[in-house]
């Protein structure tokens, strides 16, 4: 008896076999219970069924999916992926990503496009991003 439903089939032959009926109360009762019980025994049956289809159906997506990111991104994509997050901005864009210190606005810069010399001003607040340029800002006003 591993199932539900088998368990459920041998309280019913039990019953049969006791001679329950619901000619009395507590006949009644016992019928009622193993009815309930049959029928939840059913309704885990087609869940347990309609469970296994959809792990089924989650695995196969899983190995397309598999497959897709091997063909975009690679056999050495799992080794690779934390050294390539900590990596992107500097590496592979040209990009350097610095926060302006006044507002906190991350902002990108074209890494041999960039200078120091230059005056770097933040596009959210307007003010220098390196050096003193915003001093002679203010002391122009």
């Known amino acids: 008896?591993?199932?539900?439903?088998?368990?459920?089939?041998?309280?019913?032959?039990?019953?049969?076999?006791?001679?329950?009926?619901?000619?009395?109360?507590?006949?009644?009762?016992l019928l009622a219970i193993i009815d309930t019980l049959d029928a939840i025994a059913s309704a885990v049956s087609k869940v347990e069924i309609?469970?296994?289809e959809l792990d089924d159906y989650v695995?196969?997506?899983?190995?397309?999916?598999?497959?897709?990111?091997e063909i975009l991104f690679g056999d050495d994509d799992e080794?690779?992926?934390?050294?390539?997050?900590?990596?992107?901005?500097d590496e592979d864009d040209g990009l350097i990503e610095y926060d302006c210190p006044?507002?906190?606005?991350?902002?990108f810069f074209?890494?041999?496009?960039?200078?120091?010399?230059?005056?770097h001003r933040c596009p959210r607040c307007d003010?220098?991003?390196f050096g003193e340029g915003d001093d002679e800002d203010e002391d122009d006003e």
């Open 59 to 69: 695995e196969d997506i899983d190995e397309d999916l598999s497959g897709i990111e």
């Open 102 to 107: 006044h507002c906190d606005t991350t902002v």
């Open 127 to 129: 003010k220098a991003i």
């Open 79 to 89: 080794d690779d992926d934390d050294d390539d997050d900590d990596d992107d901005d």
């Open 1 to 29: 008896m591993n199932s539900m439903t088998d368990q459920v089939a041998y309280l019913k032959g039990l019953a049969d076999g006791l001679n329950i009926t619901d000619a009395d109360n507590t006949g009644k009762l």
């Open 110 to 119: 074209d890494e041999e496009a960039f200078s120091l010399e230059e005056e």
């Open 50 to 52: 309609a469970q296994k």
